[in-house]
């Protein structure tokens, strides 16, 4: 039987045991979601480890009426539970499937399990925590501290296929630029 995803990028962080990797395999579920669906972060499906199968998902803050991006996962990515996050920002937080996506995950009601029975579980969500606060320091440090050309040209060096999977007033949010900024960067990029 071919391992599958979840299991193999597990094995980045950590050498799971047989019996963590056995029980996994019994609770993993897939779910699939469409182009532009949402789902609230504090929602009882993202309160545990879920991993994207296929798909790119963006996370985001709706405040007085105005979306601001802070985050996207790709395929491959863990999303670390964060049902609590929403109580620290200003606005409700949000997933959104940019493209039809899969995640893979299990019941909450197994999480304390997960916990009890296997030290390494709790070893890998440290390691997926401190990955996830780190991506978020990085995206605060290059908004503080490049100019928007510079933030522009790290997004386009990186992850392009972004510019094809959402709007221009997503990646101007994301970027911390006005959408006519970042149009105009854009045009010069595509000029070159």
Not at 18 to 30: Q, T, V
Not at 117 to 140: C, D, G, I, S, W
Not at 141 to 152: E, H, I, M, Q, Y
Not at 165 to 175: E, N, P, R, V
Request: hydrophobic share 40%; charged share 20%; proline share 3%.
């Amino acid at each position: 039987m071919e391992e599958n995803g979840y299991l193999k990028t597990i094995r980045n962080y950590i050498s799971p045991s047989f019996g963590l990797s056995c029980y996994l395999n019994l609770l993993l579920k897939e779910r699939t979601f469409k182009k532009k669906e949402t789902l609230k972060l504090s929602d009882e499906y993202c309160a545990v480890l879920l991993f994207i199968s296929s798909g790119t998902l963006r996370l985001y803050t709706i405040d007085a009426e105005e979306e601001t991006t802070l985050l996207f996962w790709h395929q491959h990515q863990f999303i670390v539970p964060m049902p609590i996050l929403g109580n620290y920002t200003e606005g409700e937080l949000f997933i959104e499937f940019l493209d039809d996506a899969t995640l893979t995950g299990y019941s909450d009601k197994h999480t304390a399990n997960l916990y009890k029975l296997f030290p390494e579980y709790r070893v890998l969500m440290n390691k997926l925590y401190q990955q996830q606060l780190a991506a978020l320091l990085l995206h605060t440090t290059a908004l503080s501290r490049l100019n928007a050309n510079a933030r522009f040209n790290q997004l386009m060096h990186t992850r392009p296929e972004l510019f094809n999977l959402c709007d221009l007033k997503t990646i101007a949010s994301y970027l911390g630029i006005h959408p006519k900024v970042l149009s105009r960067l854009r045009s010069k990029a595509l000029k070159k």
